[in-house]
């Protein structure tokens, strides 16, 4: 297939590669550039603009920070890309992916919503999930590439469009409460004069157990640099979670309220366990 690829992020990047390595002719495009050299070595093309990047295109994939990003490239992928069908993989909330489906349709192109869930690494793997959202015959095609970045057990066609993106938002407040969570955890163990080392061990076998696996090392150095989910992600779905409910969801949007009080911090390039480290209070040394 001739694919075009935009947004060589954390995440873009390594599912770039998976195409390329599947014998794909891949083009790929970045905002900002220097973004591409892996890809070209592997035998992408690197485009300047949008517009040449998706120059007869079969399948355009948009890895973007957000809606908002998004937005300001669909209208050139609109205008250069008459017929393709645009794969969304960005997490962008049910209320976009309509409003994207709707503009992609109004011209002749296809849209589905394919947001993944797993971080840096199983990207990196390809062992990705992948919820798709969409018309049957448009979801066959996306799914063939989906499974280049996915596990092909985890790559599920969850309905129409923005069922995927609904489900997505879903399984990031899980993300988000975890991260809040276990931050006043700690600041209420803290409060209790408990060894910090040994609350983390004990809320490490209870339901926190997941999160606090992934990032103990970072709670315990207080360093959230090495980032794979930044805090400025988080919130923007923290934030689209909260907007796209009808009920208001009180408890995500205490947890929207810390990511911002992080962001705020100066730490939006952290990973989002930094609003672990922040409400924790624990760093204080480091800023946090
Ligand atoms: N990181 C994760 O673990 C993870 C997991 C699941 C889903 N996601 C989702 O996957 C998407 C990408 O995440 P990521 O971690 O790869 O983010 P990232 O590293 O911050 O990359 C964001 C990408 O969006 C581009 N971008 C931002 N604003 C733009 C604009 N106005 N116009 C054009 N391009 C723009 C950036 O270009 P520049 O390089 O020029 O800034 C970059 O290519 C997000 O929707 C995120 O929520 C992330």
């Known amino acids: 297939m001739k694919v075009a690829f935009l947004g060589l992020g954390r995440m873009g990047a390594p599912m770039a590669a998976h195409v390329v390595r599947a014998g794909h002719d891949v083009t790929v495009w970045n905002r900002t550039s220097g973004k591409a050299g892996n890809l070209v070595e592997l035998g992408a093309t690197e485009a300047r603009t949008v517009a040449s990047a998706v120059a007869g295109a079969e399948v355009v994939v948009l890895m973007l920070f957000g809606p908002d990003a998004v937005r300001a490239v669909l209208s050139d992928v609109l205008d250069h890309a008459p017929g393709a069908l645009v794969l969304d993989a960005s997490t962008v909330g049910p209320d976009a992916a309509h ?12 849209y589905v919503d394919a947001p993944v869930a797993g971080t840096v690494k199983p990207a990196t793997d390809g062992t990705l999930g992948v919820f798709l959202g969409g018309a049957p015959e448009d979801v066959a095609v996306a799914q063939e590439l989906a499974e280049l970045w996915g596990d092909p057990a985890r790559v ?24 809040a969570g276990v931050g006043e955890a700690l600041r209420l163990g803290h409060d209790l004069g408990l060894d910090r080392d040994l609350l983390l061990g004990v809320l490490g076998q209870t339901a926190y157990g997941w999160y606090v696996g992934q990032k103990l090392p970072m709670i315990q150095a207080d360093d959230y640099s090495d980032t794979t989910f930044s805090v400025d992600l988080m919130a923007k779905d923290l934030d689209l979670a909260v907007t796209s409910a009808d009920s208001d969801l009180e408890v995500t949007r205490a947890c929207l309220d ?7 911090a100066g730490h939006a390039g952290e990973d989002y366990a930094a609003i672990t480290g922040h409400l924790a209070g624990e760093g204080e040394a480091n800023g946090y």
């Open 156 to 179: 599920r066609h969850v309905g129409g469009v923005g069922s995927a993106s609904a489900l997505k938002l879903c399984v990031n407040q899980s993300l988000g409460v975890m991260a």
């Open 258 to 264: 810390q990511a911002k009080r992080t962001l705020a």
């Open 99 to 110: 409003e994207f489906a709707k503009a992609c349709h109004a011209r002749g192109l296809r």
